[in-house]
Structures are given as C-alpha cells and as structure tokens.
C-alpha cells in the first residue's frame, strides 16, 4: 500500500503523526482519529484523563492494517468514538519491535492469536486487557464490528474497573511467564540437533517441499541447518538433503517466487507456493539468498545460483541505495486496498499484447497463464508459476528444448519491460540496523560464492554506512539508520538485541572477506557492548532490550529473550552464533564461555521450538563441533580457486578468511604462530592452511589437497 494514499484530504486538519519520521505513521496523518506515537506524551494524558489507550499496530507493508484504516480510522463516527474514549497510540511494528514483540504476546494470551493489525486496548499505564487483530466496520466474519468492541471496551473499563484491572495484570503475568524463557541444562549434546533436525523432517511437506501446510513460510534457518546436516554425512544426511532440495526446487518454481522481477514474497497462502502474499521484506530475502548460495555450494545445482543473483537483481534494483549503499526495508504487495499483487500478476490478455503468438504458446504452458487465474478478487489474473518443464512444454508444443529456452529468454524480458511501465508497490526506504546487518551478510557470502565483486564491495560500503550512522560509541546501536526521505525522528530508537547481533555476524563477514582488522575490531566493541548492555548475568543469556535505558512504558517492563525464529533469527541464537564466530578469529575464552552458557540457558526447553530453533542449532553446531578455519594468502588467479575449493560445500563451523601477506600480522592463535613463520619462497605464490581442532595442516597450493584437509577435519 503506497503511503501516498490519502483517501480524504478535504480538510486541512492534521493529527501529531504528520510529525513522525515513520512512513507507515505518517500515513495515518489524515485520519481523524487524534493519534500519538508512542512515548510519554501519550501515557501521561491517559493517566491525566483517566481514559484507556486504544494501541494500533501495524506496518506499511500490511494489506489489512490499511484495509482497517480506510474502514474504521477513516471513519468519522468510529473516530468520534475513538477520541471520545480513548487515547489512540499508533506503533510501526518495524520501528518499535519490542513494543509489538510484547503486544503480539499479550493479544495471544488474550485471544489465542496475533497477526497485523494488531489492536490492544490498555489501561492508561499500558495493561493489555482486550484485544485481537482485524476487527470489521460491521459485524462479520464471525468478528464483532469495530465499533461495538470500541463501546463495550469502553463500558467496561467506567463500570468494570477492578475487572479491567485484574484482567490486565493476569495477561502481564503471562507476558512475563511466555518471554522470560528458564530451562537450563548442560547437556549440549549432538542429540539436542539431532532432536531439532528430526522435528524439521517431521514437519516436511514431501509432496510441494516446505513445512507443515498452508499457510507455508519459507524458513531459511531450517534449511540452513538440515544444508550443514547434509554435508556431513551420518543418518540424518540424506532426508536433509532431500527436505532442503525439494524445499528449494520448489519455492524456486512456485509464484511466492517472483519469476519476473526477481526475489521472493514474504509466504504463500496455499501449500503450492502459487498464490503468495505479495509483499517483498528485506529480511526474507537476504536470508534466502544465503540459503540458495549455501544450498548451490554443498549440492552444485545451477539453478540455485541462478535463483540467488535474481534475488541480488531484485535487491540490487528495488531495495538498494546504490550510491551511498544500505538497504531499505520492504516493499508493498499493492498499489491500492482494490488490487491484490496487481502488479505482479497478469490476465492472458495483457500476456499476449505484449508477446508474440509463439511467445504466448510458451508461456500460457510453462508459467500456466489462462482466462481462468489465480487470484480471488479478480479471477482473470495469473500468478505466473512454472508448471511444467522444458521438456513438456516441446512436447506439447512440438518446438525443441533450445527453442524452448529462447522464447523463454525473450519473452521473460517483454514481459519484465511491460511490468516496468506499471505503477511499482511502495517502497518503504527506511533502514533498519538489524535487517541492514542480515542483508550485508548474505551480500558478503553470496558475493563471494558467485565471485562477483561488486556484490562484495556493495555489501562493504553498506556496512560502513551502518557504522558510520547507527554506532555512536556512548549510546551504542541505533534501531534505524536512516528514515526514508531524510525525515528525523523526535527521539532516537535504541537498537536491540538482534541489530547487535546481526550488525556483529556482518562485521565478522567483512573480516572473513577482506581480512581487515578494522572489521574485527568493530565486531569485538559489538560484542562488548552488546554483553555489557543486555546479558543477564543471572540467569543467563540476553534480553532483546538494553537494561538501564529509562522508565519502560507500558508492557516494556517485561523482560523478554528471544528464542524462536520467526520470522528472522532468534536473538539469543544470533547472539550466541556471532561470539562463537569471533571467539573462533579472537581467541577469546570469554566469548566463547558467553555463547555456551546462553546456549545453557535455552538447552532445556528448546527442543521444543523445533522448526522455530535452527539458529540455535546451527550455533550448537558451532559450539561443540571442530572449528574448520581456512587462510588464503595471495591475490592471484590461483588464490581465486584457492577460495572457491574453500568455500565448497557449507558447513556452520567452517570459516574462510582471504589475505594478502601484508595482513598476516592481524592473525591470532595457531594461524598466527605458524603463518608470518613460514619461508619467505612459500609467498612467491598463493597458497592455503587449513587450522581446527587446535592444529594446522601444511600449506597447500593444491585446490584438492585443500578439499582432502578440510574433509579430514569435518
């Protein structure tokens, strides 16, 4: 939903959020409804009038947020009621996720679900009592109509008050219960993954890939961990190859995938992959990109290349600021409330004004476009999905394979040209720390396993950027880099566990690639401050928000650790895989010990996630397998394949670092008492040495003596 929608602007009448830097709020700013964002301001004028506090969450990429704002906060009448009654408070769930984090948890415990919007009702010191997500203008769906929930919320807290009231504190104790996790065990055993795996295999959908049925999320972490399992060989590793091949074979084929423009939607609403809801996150993206790189570098199938550089020219086009580098956070499934992925979908009629006959022949079979769609608001519309192969396709027309392939080739591109002169979705260009820090990560690897430089060199300068405006070394990390169109926010907003988390895994990428001290050292101040600031140093592991920032408004008193990935990777998980990265590079015990007792802090409880704990397993692995650390020293073509022979296969406890000579005084730990040592001819060329398990194996010029040493450690 463009955030230039702006349904009724006859009056000039604006409400505070005209002032906001978001652009999901500002939004809102021509409704009459008298928002605040959240802050004191708005607490202390509910407490004032002695009024509860109407709490809207929602994001500028979520169809149904602006399908309640035009319905209901549009709406005169609902708005009379609204401000009569209430003190509204309107949040960007990207902006604030520790305040929606906290809400999601209350609504749940309240209604058995959450979801965007989401729609809480307070006591005036910010008590959940009521709540739920969309609620309609009139009385259907089986939900009752927005404004009578407004009236018998509002009845309830004048004449119910100690009700209210101990409703609200029964749902703040199950906030507290649900997010301060407590399961110690020091059993951290490789049968603890293996649970986990197993769950993953469970849950498979043998028949279209993926987990469980519809609605189907792509799960990255999942099929990060089940691509380590399989490259180790053992019980497990054929069904993990075979859920992560069939899982991405077809997602790739499926219309979740974006067969024209590149990247993915963020899930499907149908266990096919065909129909997705059509909004494009940065995180999704970023993390599927490592997924198709990883899954390219352990199984050698082209296609998945293939699908990570159209994710990289979807990024590189939509979601990038290509001159100061950073990205930007998501983009819109639609253009209005009246379309539903318009843009991204075509008619057979639009199809064939733009194709030749032969062209239409194709694509009507291998993308499966006809009269009839796919789409419920408009049955004409196709989500262009592959349905057949090649190979089916010449048969049925009764063309080649090769002829196939061309008109393919062409008519893909008419097609993408005729797309570029629709209106595009809105883009929200507000960058995010955390998000910022998975993407540049996945440029990093992708970058590298591709060998494409620039892709390396743009995630480098966004990493710079995120440093250079995020980082102030007395306030720490800033939740957003920068707002789109340069608009400032009233008050900064701190960053929180997983922008440390993911910021330090992007750092520790950049040292890999480079081999830059700088990196290292910008990862250990991370790392510092992040322990410093949100390690609970009794009962173990990392609250997602930093102790000590003021008096926590409303459900922000609730102390909270992030265990469950979903949608990006848990906190503590991230956290936990970051200091084992860099006390791997550093030698430093300490971090190391951190990263295990956070695991500790999780071990009893966390097979229980299941789909939802791979970044715990993937940091599991890290942790009680042999570190495999690879040194490429030179700058030579043969360096080049020195990398790439590195870099085969993925494994999570393996890490390839990439030198010049002049840089091996940055070194610690056995790498460092045995490389700047070695004889002065054994740099005339490119060479490697591969170190785990407290040792390092001989130099090698050999790309396969190289693979056969890091296969002896694995």
């Not at 989401?118 to 927005?146: C, H, Q, V």
């Not at 173990?540 to 650790?561: N, Q």
């Not at 670092?657 to 056995?670: A, F, I, T, V």
Request: contains cysteine.
């Amino acid at each position: 939903m463009s955030v230039d929608y702006k349904p009724d602007q006859s009056t000039e009448v604006l409400n505070s959020l005209a002032t906001s830097a978001s652009a999901y709020l500002r939004s809102a700013m021509h409704q009459p409804v008298q928002w605040h964002e959240w802050g004191d301001a708005g607490f202390e004028l509910a407490v004032r009038e002695n009024k509860p506090i109407l709490l809207d969450i929602g994001a500028v990429w979520c169809h149904w947020c602006h399908v309640m704002d035009r319905e209901s906060y549009e709406n005169a009448d609902t708005a009379d009621l609204i401000n009569r009654y209430f003190i509204a408070i309107k949040v960007d769930r990207d902006e604030r996720p520790d305040v929606d984090t906290r809400y999601q948890a209350a609504v749940s415990a309240i209604s058995g679900q959450g979801g965007w919007p989401l729609t809480a009702f307070l006591t005036p010191e910010g008590k959940p009592f009521f709540g739920g997500t969309y609620f309609p203008p009139e009385d259907r769906f089986g939900r009752p109509s927005f404004q009578r929930v407004l009236q018998t919320m509002a009845d309830a807290f004048q004449d119910r008050r100690s009700e209210v009231e101990d409703s609200a504190d029964s749902v703040m104790q199950a906030i507290e219960f649900n997010e301060s996790f407590s399961g110690r065990s020091s059993d951290l055993g490789p049968d603890l993954v293996n649970k986990l795996a197993e769950s993953m295999l469970k849950q498979f959908d043998p028949q279209y890939g993926g987990f469980g049925s519809q609605p189907k999320f792509p799960h990255p972490g999942a099929l990060d961990l089940l691509t380590d399992i399989a490259s180790r060989g053992g019980p497990l590793a054929e069904q993990a190859s075979n859920v992560v091949r069939v899982t991405l074979d077809k997602m790739a084929l499926g219309g979740m995938r974006d067969q024209i423009g590149g990247g993915f939607h963020r899930y499907s609403v149908d266990e096919r992959w065909v129909v997705p809801h059509f909004e494009k996150m940065a995180y999704d993206n970023a993390e599927l990109l490592k997924s198709y790189v990883r899954a390219f570098r352990t199984f050698l199938v082209p296609e998945y290349a293939e699908v990570a550089r159209e994710i990289l020219r979807w990024m590189d086009g939509t979601l990038s600021d290509r001159e100061r580098g950073g990205f930007y956070s998501s983009q819109d499934a639609d253009l209005t409330l009246d379309d539903d992925g318009d843009y991204f979908t075509w008619t057979r009629d639009e199809a064939a004004a733009v194709l030749s006959p032969e062209e239409l022949a194709v694509a009507e079979i291998y993308y499966d476009i006809g009269e009839i769609g796919d789409m419920h608001h408009d049955p004409s519309r196709n989500v262009l999905h592959v349905r057949y192969t090649l190979a089916e396709v010449s048969r049925r027309i009764g063309i080649t394979e090769e002829e196939v392939q061309s008109l393919l080739l062409s008519l893909r591109g008419k097609l993408a040209s005729a797309r570029s002169e629709r209106a595009a979705p809105f883009v929200d260009r507000t960058m995010y720390t955390g998000w910022n820090g998975l993407c540049i990560a996945a440029y990093l690897e992708a970058g590298r396993a591709l060998h494409n430089q620039e892709t390396v060199q743009f995630g480098l300068r966004s990493l710079d950027r995120l440093l250079q405006e995020a980082w102030n070394e007395e306030t720490g990390l800033g939740h957003v880099i920068s707002y789109a169109d340069g608009h400032v926010p009233a008050q900064a907003v701190a960053g929180v566990l997983e922008d440390y988390a993911f910021a330090g895994l992007a750092c520790v990428a950049a040292w890999e690639v480079t081999g830059e001290s700088r990196w290292l050292r910008h990862a250990e101040a991370l790392a510092a401050r992040m322990i410093r600031d949100f390690a609970d140093a009794v009962g173990g592991g990392f609250f997602d928000t930093a102790r000590g920032s003021g008096v926590a408004l409303g459900a922000l008193s609730a102390r909270r650790k992030p265990l469950q990935d979903s949608p990006t990777p848990a906190g503590n998980s991230a956290a936990a895989l970051f200091l084992l990265q860099l006390a791997d590079w550093t030698m430093d015990e300490k971090l190391q010990a951190k990263a295990a007792d956070t695991l500790e802090t999780f071990a009893g409880i966390v097979e229980h996630f299941g789909l939802y704990a791979a970044t715990f397993g993937l940091a599991l692995q890290r942790l009680l397998l042999p570190e495999i650390q690879i040194v490429v020293v030179g700058e030579d073509d043969s360096s080049a394949v020195l990398e790439a022979a590195a870099l085969a296969g993925y494994s999570a406890t393996k890490s390839v670092l990439r030198l010049k000579r002049s840089q091996l005084e940055d070194l610690r730990g056995p790498m460092a008492e045995t490389l700047p040592h070695l004889p002065a001819e054994m740099f005339e060329n490119s060479f490697a040495m591969v170190c785990g398990d407290g040792r390092c194996q001989p130099p090698t010029s050999d790309p396969d003596v190289l693979v056969r040493e890091i296969s002896e450690i694995a």
